[in-house]
């Protein structure tokens, strides 16, 4: 496949052993040469040990932005966001400040340091354990509540839904023997979206929300251990978005597996504060523009030679008939009731 990337995806080509360690020497950690990649495509995370260790921590997570993704005040934005939920004793995994500040920069990128948190993914076919990670997303959104993002942008239809369209289609990333079939799908489907944020204009209120809520970034530490229950972690997808933004990727299953989730999760959120009902209108419309963006977002970063390795199946014309297929299924799941809980 040939199609254009973003400018920024080769700049990480730059970013040897050598840059890491040199970047944390000019913050003071100092990484004893032992560097773990961790699992991010979006951006470069390494799990560093330390010669001495920094606050009580002989191993940091050094986390190096995409250039180009974020500028450093919508970056900020994240951390003043993770440093208010810490401030409130919501267990999230902010980044140390350091000098001073939490972003710094060197040879090109913005960086930052935190530190290691161990868990597991969480058992969401337990009630308890989603009812524990409601409340403390009732806690998050009431953190979230305090101020807006001036910087970083709302999670719509526009920019997750259309721009995503358009730009798959300007660069041509659609096989012709399938793009017909799914910018038809797509434009059908996209009506549907458009009438169920409609539905909700009048109730739904946007927030500080985690963004891309999935149960990969919530560790789980066992009852009885230090720091038991859930810790949430990236926020690097945060934006202003409706508050069930942030409950329908912890849902899985078929609709009554998805209802008792749901109840669940509502049963500890609403312990903290209240939860808009209406907003379950957007659960399937939601899953939809995401549908939709992860596709291009597999585009725009194909150049990043990582994509194409780790992600050979995307541009076939068999991925485009599944995309087709997910589309018209998610016609049919915009046209059910919405879940009740």
């Given at each position: 496949?040939?199609?254009?990337?973003?400018?920024?995806?080769f700049?990480f080509a730059?970013?040897?052993?050598?840059?890491?360690?040199?970047?944390?020497?000019?913050?003071?950690?100092?990484?004893?040469?032992?560097?773990?990649?961790?699992?991010?495509?979006?951006?470069?995370?390494y799990?560093?040990?330390?010669?001495?260790?920094?606050?009580?921590?002989?191993?940091?997570?050094?986390?190096?932005?995409?250039?180009?993704?974020?500028s450093?005040?919508?970056?900020q934005?994240?951390h003043?966001?993770?440093?208010?939920?810490?401030?409130?004793?919501?267990?999230?995994?902010?980044?140390?400040?350091?000098?001073?500040?939490?972003?710094?920069?060197?040879?090109?990128?913005?960086?930052?340091?935190?530190?290691?948190?161990?868990?597991?993914?969480?058992e969401?076919?337990?009630?308890?354990?989603?009812?524990?990670?409601?409340?403390?997303?009732?806690?998050?959104?009431?953190?979230?509540?305090?101020?807006?993002?001036?910087?970083r942008?709302?999670?719509?239809?526009?920019?997750?839904?259309?721009?995503?369209?358009?730009?798959?289609?300007?660069q041509?990333?659609?096989?012709?023997?399938?793009?017909?079939?799914?910018?038809?799908?797509?434009?059908q489907?996209?009506?549907l979206?458009?009438?169920a944020?409609?539905?909700?204009?009048?109730?739904?209120?946007?927030?500080?929300?985690?963004?891309?809520?999935?149960?990969?970034?919530?560790?789980?530490?066992?009852?009885?251990?230090?720091g038991?229950?859930?810790?949430?972690?990236?926020?690097?997808?945060?934006?202003?978005?409706?508050a069930v933004?942030?409950?329908?990727?912890?849902?899985?299953?078929?609709?009554?597996?998805?209802?008792?989730?749901?109840s669940?999760?509502?049963?500890?959120?609403?312990?903290?504060?209240?939860?808009?009902?209406?907003?379950?209108?957007?659960?399937e419309?939601?899953?939809?523009?995401?549908?939709?963006?992860?596709?291009?977002?597999?585009?725009?970063?194909?150049?990043d030679?990582?994509?194409?390795i780790n992600?050979?199946?995307?541009?076939?014309?068999?991925?485009w008939?599944?995309?087709?297929?997910?589309?018209?299924?998610?016609?049919?799941a915009?046209?059910?009731?919405?879940?009740?809980?």
């Amino acid at each position: 496949m040939h199609f254009a990337s973003d400018s920024s995806s080769f700049s990480f080509a730059t970013l040897g052993p050598a840059v890491v360690l040199d970047a944390l020497d000019t913050v003071g950690v100092h990484g004893d040469g032992r560097l773990l990649a961790l699992g991010s495509y979006e951006n470069r995370v390494y799990r560093v040990h330390l010669e001495e260790a920094v606050r009580g921590h002989e191993a940091v997570v050094a986390k190096f932005y995409r250039p180009g993704r974020w500028s450093a005040a919508q970056i900020q934005e994240e951390h003043d966001f993770a440093l208010d939920l810490v401030a409130q004793e919501v267990p999230v995994v902010a980044p140390l400040e350091l000098q001073g500040r939490t972003l710094h920069e060197a040879q090109g990128f913005y960086f930052s340091v935190s530190p290691v948190r161990g868990g597991r993914p969480p058992e969401l076919d337990d009630v308890e354990v989603l009812e524990w990670i409601g409340r403390f997303l009732g806690r998050i959104h009431t953190v979230g509540m305090g101020r807006s993002f001036d910087r970083r942008p709302t999670l719509d239809v526009p920019s997750f839904g259309v721009a995503s369209a358009q730009y798959l289609q300007a660069q041509h990333v659609i096989p012709l023997e399938v793009e017909r079939e799914w910018h038809g799908a797509f434009e059908q489907a996209l009506v549907l979206v458009n009438e169920a944020f409609e539905r909700g204009a009048a109730t739904r209120q946007t927030l500080r929300v985690h963004g891309d809520c999935h149960p990969g970034n919530i560790l789980w530490t066992p009852a009885g251990m230090p720091g038991e229950g859930p810790h949430f972690v990236d926020l690097d997808d945060a934006r202003m978005g409706p508050a069930v933004q942030d409950l329908w990727m912890l849902l899985s299953g078929d609709r009554r597996q998805r209802t008792t989730q749901l109840s669940a999760l509502l049963d500890g959120y609403e312990q903290v504060r209240d939860f808009d009902r209406a907003e379950l209108a957007l659960i399937e419309a939601l899953r939809t523009l995401r549908l939709v963006h992860y596709s291009a977002w597999l585009a725009r970063r194909w150049q990043d030679p990582i994509f194409p390795i780790n992600f050979p199946w995307f541009g076939t014309p068999d991925y485009w008939r599944g995309q087709v297929h997910m589309l018209n299924e998610q016609i049919e799941a915009m046209q059910e009731p919405a879940l009740v809980a």
